[in-house]
T-cell receptor, first 111, second 110 residues
Framework: NAGVTQTPKFQVLKTGQSMTLQCAQDMNHNSMYWYRQDPGMGLRLIYYSASEGTTDKGEVPNGYNVSRLNKREFSLRLESAAPSQTSVYFC??????????FGSGTQLSVL | LAKTTQPISMDSYEGQEVNITCSHNNIATNDYITWYQQFPSQGPRFIIQGYKTKVTNEVASLFIPADRKSSTLSLPRVSLSDTAVYYCLVGEAAGNKLTFGGGTRVLVKP
C-alpha cells in the first residue's frame, strides 16, 4: 500500500516562479488536506477538501490555490512563489474519525 | 473547533513513563481526541484516538476524564527512538478544518 504519495520530494524555485505540488492517495478517502510546516514549528492548514468537488480555506490560504482533480488527487499550486513560502508541505487524507494519513512531504525552497 | 494547549517540551530518560497532557476546554460533543507523533523530516503518524475514558494500544494509552476538557497521552517505558514531537488534535471526523496546535517536543535521554 502506497498510502499518500507526494511529488516532488524537493524543489527549489526563484521568487515569482510557479509550481504545482501533487498529492495522491490510494485509500479511497473522501477528505484531503494540505499543511505547511516551517522549521521548528507546528503544522498549519492551508486548504482542505471534504469530498471530491469541494475545497475550503484553512488557516493560511493566501498565495495558494488547490484543485481536487478527482477522489484520489489533490494538488496545491503556488502561482508566484515568495521566500515566505519556503517550507515543508504535507498532504494528508482521512475517511472518518479524524485519523489523518500523511505523505512524506515536499521540501520547498524559494530563493 | 476546540483549541488545544500542550507543554512546549519535556525531557525524560530511557525506561521511564512519559505523560503529556493536552487541554481542550471547549471540546464539542462530537469531537474525538487524537494524538500524533512526528519525527524530523517525516509526516505525523497516528498514535492513538479516543472519545472518553481510557484507550490503550500497543504503543500508548490515552486517558480522558469525564468532562473531556483535557486528555493525557501516556508512553510507557520510553526509549531513545521515542524522541519526537507529539501533537494533540481535537475535532470532528474527516472533512473538517483540522488544525494542529504547537505540539510537545519530547527528548528521551540515555
Amino acid at each position: 500500500n502506497a498510502g499518500v504519495t507526494q511529488t516532488p520530494k524537493f524543489q527549489v524555485l526563484k521568487t515569482g516562479q510557479s509550481m504545482t505540488l501533487q498529492c495522491a492517495q490510494d485509500m479511497n478517502h473522501n477528505s484531503m488536506y494540505w499543511y505547511r510546516q516551517d522549521p521548528g514549528m507546528g503544522l498549519r492548514l492551508i486548504y482542505y477538501s471534504a469530498s471530491e468537488g469541494t475545497t475550503d480555506k484553512g488557516e493560511v490560504p493566501n498565495g495558494y490555490n488547490v484543485s481536487r482533480l478527482n477522489k484520489r488527487e489533490f494538488s496545491l499550486r503556488l502561482e508566484s512563489a515568495a521566500p515566505s513560502q519556503t517550507s515543508v508541505y504535507f498532504c494528508a487524507s482521512s475517511e472518518t474519525g479524524e485519523k489523518l494519513f500523511f505523505g512524506s512531504g515536499t521540501q520547498l525552497s524559494v530563493l | 473547533l476546540a483549541k488545544t494547549t500542550q507543554p512546549i517540551s519535556m525531557d525524560s530518560y530511557e525506561g521511564q513513563e512519559v505523560n503529556i497532557t493536552c487541554s481542550h476546554n471547549n471540546i464539542a460533543t462530537n469531537d474525538y481526541i487524537t494524538w500524533y507523533q512526528q519525527f524530523p523530516s517525516q509526516g505525523p503518524r497516528f498514535i492513538i484516538q479516543g472519545y472518553k475514558t481510557k484507550v490503550t494500544n500497543e504503543v500508548a494509552s490515552l486517558f480522558i476524564p469525564a468532562d473531556r476538557k483535557s486528555s493525557t497521552l501516556s508512553l510507557p517505558r520510553v526509549s531513545l527512538s521515542d524522541t519526537a514531537v507529539y501533537y494533540c488534535l481535537v475535532g470532528e471526523a474527516a472533512g473538517n478544518k483540522l488544525t494542529f496546535g504547537g505540539g510537545t517536543r519530547v527528548l528521551v535521554k540515555p
